[in-house]
Structure formats: C-alpha cells, structure tokens
C-alpha cells in the first residue's frame, strides 16, 4: 500500500509563490511517476503537472511557464513550484503515483493523497 502526504498549500496573494510536497511511502513504491491535480468548486479534478521516473515531465497548458514540478528520488519527494499565482489556480491539489505510459504519454494514477488547499487572493 501507497501513501501520500502532502504538504504547502495555504493562503496567498495574487502573484505570491509557494511550494507543495507530497511524500511517498509504503511498501512497492519506487520511483513511479508522480504528479499533481487540483480541483476548484464546481469544477472537474484536472492534472497540473506530471512527472515520470525518468523525468519527463507534462503540464497544464494554464500553469505552464509558472509552474514547475521535480522530484527526489532518494525522498520519495515530489515538489511543485507554484509561482505568479492567480486567482483561478484557487484550489484543493492532490498528490497522485503510479506510472507514466510512453505510449500514450499519459500519466496513470491509482494512489491518492488526501489533497491541500491552496487559495490565491486577488
């Protein structure tokens, strides 16, 4: 069983930065692909970011260019970098692991955690 914990959301201006983590534990886990997806109220739950064990990583066209997700392997770590903030990047953000499919460069989540709020004041 995988566990994910995520920490770092909060409260911020518009235009402020901050950091979520989201550490990984339990036994299988190794170095699977990893991500991030938010979901606002009344909205779909969305990927902002991906990141695979080799590094390659995928963005939501709305944060690209303000986000940025790393991870270390050695932790069982993976970071986002929120930074320029806006108003419409208000929401719950979850920590999702399992595997990156080359083939359909999709990533494919089945573990969870139990998501942060961020909230970006205007």
């Known amino acids: 069983q995988v566990q994910l914990v995520e920490s770092g959301g909060g409260l911020v201006q518009a235009g402020g930065s901050l950091r979520l983590s989201c550490a990984a534990s339990?036994?299988?886990?190794?170095?699977?692909?990893m991500g991030w997806y938010r979901q606002a109220p009344g909205k779909q739950r969305e990927l902002v970011a991906g990141?695979?064990?080799?590094?390659?990583?995928k963005y939501a066209g709305s944060v690209e260019g303000r986000f940025t997700i790393s991870r270390d392997n050695a932790k069982n770590t993976v970071y986002l970098q929120m930074n320029s903030l806006k108003a419409e990047d208000t929401a719950v953000y979850y920590c999702?692991?399992?595997?990156?499919?080359?083939?359909?460069?999709?990533?494919?989540?089945?573990?969870w955690g139990q998501g942060t709020q961020v909230t970006v004041s205007s």
């Open positions: 999702a692991a399992d595997r990156y499919n080359r083939i359909t460069t999709n990533f494919e989540f089945v573990y």
């Open positions: 339990g036994s299988g886990f190794s170095m699977n692909a």
């Open positions: 990141i695979s064990s080799g590094g390659i990583t």
